[in-house]
């Protein structure tokens, strides 16, 4: 079959199983889109307000789903405005597949018009790219891509296409689209050996066997979940070995949801902003199982003193992890799911432990938000408050998404996470602005469930453009603003270590997220205590049932805290309470 490029492209997208793409036209593409008119039927198109949220909703798309995301830009600014989404995507592992268009392969290489070397940009933030200047290659291209997308850890990938390739034609044959854990014969040798990778093994009896020992002698085990078990589907597992072991379970903020939050092993977040029972835990225990985690500075805080009377045995599929923050005693190289899996036939039905009532007595300790000398009113909004109220309005099957700052700890600490893939955020980047173009990525992917989104004033102001998408496509989405006034966590570190200098992180009155919401249509209130915020959730809930957004501003103490919190180079247990 002879196909021009742009078509050969759509095609292999639909073979590949993609339904929906986000993005936004440009000179370079519109061969692309032209092709994509014809296939509207096939393969949805959302267009975005800015290519960055492109990207962020191709990601939570993926999140949320475990499917690949799918974004596209033009060349020049529109494929460099991907480059932050795209970084977030690579730092917490989210399998993505980002398409730019390029100036003809003519003109490469001799700054034209609209012209950047995407390739070179992207290295550092991207498992791979390509760049196509044979349109016969091209499908086979995507083929790969997607492989390599889901390949081992998870990653996001981009494919380059100069103009003039998707206009030229070639002779290709559509193929049916594949699990890559399977073979394919049809494939080339190189797609074919990239997925017999990903279906080859890496762990060994022998390895499954030294970790269940290192188990066996244990009497106070802890296991440290991190987003692997997630990406991985393996909840099931984590969930077994804990009741097996009478182990407690804390979470990695990618983590959330591995484990019910209600569970009675359950301990939440660990490290910095973790709680007193989580990190605790972590300094009594004498072994730490981690588990799809990478110890981030954030987890660890000072690394000479964590987890110091623990041996340490890590799970991980990524060898490139084993050692490089935290010396471990021993470790597991795998799928989470098949290696815990493996682990489990290996280990007697209950074990008993030492920890006796010591966890339920630092679970009892409940995060506050506030310091002792901050003086708040009776009925004045707290963000505990806030979030869990709204949550129990939404049910437990709601997807939470958060922006990045004060509000997405209180997110992660009063967020009632029941199940994985319910609580998204920008874990290793800590992209603020993540949050609108997400929501719309995770309702589109589940469009049978509710989106609530947790954003801060300071967030919402670099992505507000997107409720023009949610209105156009008419997503509905609660968004829920926490306004204090302020860029609230780094006024945090001022308050708590910089001798209250506030220096620009104080924000303007400005914008009015009432008007502004309006303004895109979206009906919008405004909640400054505790009965004003129910009547306003009331309304957005029936705004929401009708098929339309909300917004619900929600004014909160400019100094409320995340508490706890362990200082900066301080041990985890050393908390400010």
């Given at each position: 079959?002879?196909?021009?490029?742009?078509?050969?492209?759509?095609?292999?997208?639909?073979?590949?199983?993609?339904?929906?793409?986000?993005?936004?036209?440009?000179?370079?593409?519109?061969?692309?889109?032209?092709?994509?008119?014809?296939?509207?039927?096939?393969?949805?198109?959302?267009?975005?307000?800015?290519?960055?949220?492109?990207?962020?909703?191709?990601?939570?798309?993926?999140?949320?789903?475990?499917?690949?995301?799918?974004?596209?830009?033009?060349?020049?600014?529109?494929?460099?405005?991907?480059?932050?989404?795209?970084?977030?995507?690579?730092?917490?592992?989210?399998?993505?597949?980002?398409?730019?268009?390029?100036?003809?392969?003519?003109?490469?290489?001799?700054?034209?018009?609209?012209?950047?070397?995407?390739?070179?940009?992207?290295?550092?933030?991207?498992?791979?790219?390509?760049?196509?200047?044979?349109?016969?290659?091209?499908?086979?291209?995507?083929?790969?891509?997607?492989?390599?997308?889901?390949?081992?850890?998870?990653?996001?990938?981009?494919?380059?296409?100069?103009?003039?390739?998707?206009?030229?034609?070639?002779?290709?044959?559509?193929?049916?689209?594949?699990?890559?854990?399977?073979?394919?014969?049809?494939?080339?040798?190189?797609?074919?050996?990239?997925?017999?990778?990903?279906?080859?093994?890496?762990?060994?009896?022998?390895?499954?066997?030294?970790?269940?020992?290192?188990?066996?002698?244990?009497?106070?085990?802890?296991?440290?979940?991190?987003?692997?078990?997630?990406?991985?589907?393996?909840?099931?597992?984590?969930?077994?070995?804990?009741?097996?072991?009478?182990?407690?379970?804390?979470?990695?903020?990618?983590?959330?949801?591995?484990?019910?939050?209600?569970?009675?092993?359950?301990?939440?977040?660990?490290?910095?902003?973790?709680?007193?029972?989580?990190?605790?835990?972590?300094?009594?225990?004498?072994?730490?199982?981690?588990?799809?985690?990478?110890?981030?500075?954030?987890?660890?805080?000072?690394?000479?003193?964590?987890?110091?009377?623990?041996?340490?045995?890590?799970?991980?599929?990524?060898?490139?992890?084993?050692?490089?923050?935290?010396?471990?005693?021993?470790?597991?190289?795998?799928?989470?799911?098949?290696?815990?899996?493996?682990?489990?036939?290996?280990?007697?039905?209950?074990?008993?432990?030492?920890?006796?009532?010591?966890?339920?007595?630092?679970?009892?300790?409940?995060?506050?938000?506030?310091?002792?000398?901050?003086?708040?009113?009776?009925?004045?909004?707290?963000?505990?408050?806030?979030?869990?109220?709204s949550s129990s309005k939404l049910g437990d099957d709601v997807i939470a998404v958060t922006d990045v700052g004060q509000h997405q700890i209180w997110a992660a600490q009063f967020f009632p996470a029941c199940r994985p893939r319910s609580f998204l955020s920008s874990g290793g980047l800590g992209a603020m602005g993540?949050?609108?173009?997400?929501?719309?990525?995770?309702?589109?992917?589940?469009?049978?469930?509710?989106?609530?989104?947790?954003?801060?004033?300071?967030?919402?102001?670099?992505?507000?453009?997107?409720?023009?998408?949610?209105?156009?496509?008419?997503?509905?989405?609660?968004?829920?603003?926490?306004?204090?006034?302020?860029?609230?966590?780094?006024?945090?570190?001022?308050?708590?270590?910089?001798?209250?200098?506030?220096?620009?992180?104080?924000?303007?009155?400005?914008?009015?997220?009432?008007?502004?919401?309006?303004?895109?249509?979206?009906?919008?209130?405004?909640?400054?205590?505790?009965?004003?915020?129910?009547?306003?959730?009331?309304?957005?809930?029936?705004?929401?049932?009708?098929?339309?957004?909300?917004?619900?501003?929600?004014?909160?103490?400019?100094?409320?805290?995340?508490?706890?919190?362990?200082?900066?180079?301080?041990?985890?247990?050393?908390?400010?309470?």
């Amino acid at each position: 079959m002879r196909s021009g490029g742009a078509r050969i492209l759509i095609e292999s997208l639909i073979e590949q199983g993609v339904d929906t793409i986000f993005g936004i036209p440009g000179g370079s593409v519109l061969y692309i889109y032209d092709e994509l008119y014809k296939y509207r039927n096939k393969i949805r198109h959302i267009l975005v307000s800015h290519e960055q949220h492109a990207a962020h909703a191709a990601d939570a798309y993926s999140r949320s789903s475990g499917k690949v995301g799918v974004c596209i830009a033009t060349s020049g600014p529109g494929a460099t405005n991907l480059i932050t989404g795209i970084a977030a995507a690579y730092m917490d592992s989210v399998p993505l597949v980002a398409i730019t268009g390029n100036v003809p392969t003519g003109i490469l290489g001799k700054d034209s018009f609209q012209e950047v070397d995407i390739a070179g940009v992207s290295m550092p933030v991207v498992k791979h790219n390509w760049i196509v200047k044979n349109v016969n290659e091209l499908a086979e291209v995507v083929r790969e891509a997607f492989i390599v997308a889901r390949l081992g850890r998870p990653g996001p990938v981009l494919i380059d296409i100069p103009k003039d390739i998707t206009v030229l034609s070639a002779e290709w044959q559509p193929r049916k689209t594949r699990n890559i854990s399977g073979s394919c014969d049809t494939l080339s040798a190189r797609a074919r050996r990239l997925a017999n990778r990903a279906a080859r093994p890496t762990f060994t009896e022998e390895d499954i066997d030294r970790a269940a020992s290192l188990i066996l002698e244990a009497k106070r085990p802890l296991l440290y979940a991190g987003g692997g078990v997630i990406m991985a589907d393996a909840s099931e597992e984590l969930k077994s070995l804990s009741l097996r072991l009478n182990a407690p379970v804390a979470l990695s903020l990618m983590g959330i949801g591995a484990m019910p939050s209600r569970h009675p092993l359950c301990t939440g977040l660990i490290g910095m902003h973790g709680t007193v029972a989580s990190n605790k835990a972590a300094q009594k225990a004498d072994l730490l199982l981690a588990l799809g985690a990478r110890f981030s500075d954030r987890v660890i805080g000072n690394s000479d003193s964590f987890a110091k009377t623990a041996r340490v045995l890590h799970f991980d599929i990524d060898p490139a992890e084993i050692n490089k923050n935290v010396i471990t005693d021993d470790w597991v190289i795998g799928n989470v799911k098949e290696t815990l899996s493996k682990l489990l036939e290996k280990l007697p039905p209950k074990m008993e432990t030492e920890w006796s009532g010591e966890i339920e007595k630092w679970k009892a300790h409940i995060p506050q938000t506030h310091a002792k000398n901050v003086n708040i009113k009776k009925d004045a909004l707290t963000p505990r408050f806030v979030i869990e109220e709204s949550s129990s309005k939404l049910g437990d099957d709601v997807i939470a998404v958060t922006d990045v700052g004060q509000h997405q700890i209180w997110a992660a600490q009063f967020f009632p996470a029941c199940r994985p893939r319910s609580f998204l955020s920008s874990g290793g980047l800590g992209a603020m602005g993540f949050g609108l173009g997400a929501a719309i990525g995770a309702k589109l992917a589940n469009p049978g469930r509710r989106i609530v989104l947790f954003t801060g004033d300071g967030s919402f102001r670099m992505n507000s453009a997107e409720m023009a998408t949610l209105a156009a496509y008419r997503i509905p989405v609660l968004i829920i603003i926490f306004n204090n006034r302020s860029l609230g966590m780094l006024r945090q570190w001022q308050s708590l270590f910089y001798e209250e200098r506030y220096y620009a992180t104080s924000l303007p009155p400005q914008p009015d997220f009432l008007k502004l919401g309006l303004a895109y249509g979206i009906p919008s209130y405004r909640a400054e205590d505790k009965g004003a915020f129910a009547n306003a959730l009331e309304e957005a809930f029936t705004n929401l049932e009708k098929g339309s957004s909300a917004l619900i501003e929600a004014v909160i103490e400019q100094d409320e805290k995340v508490l706890p919190m362990a200082p900066p180079g301080r041990p985890i247990d050393e908390q400010i309470l």
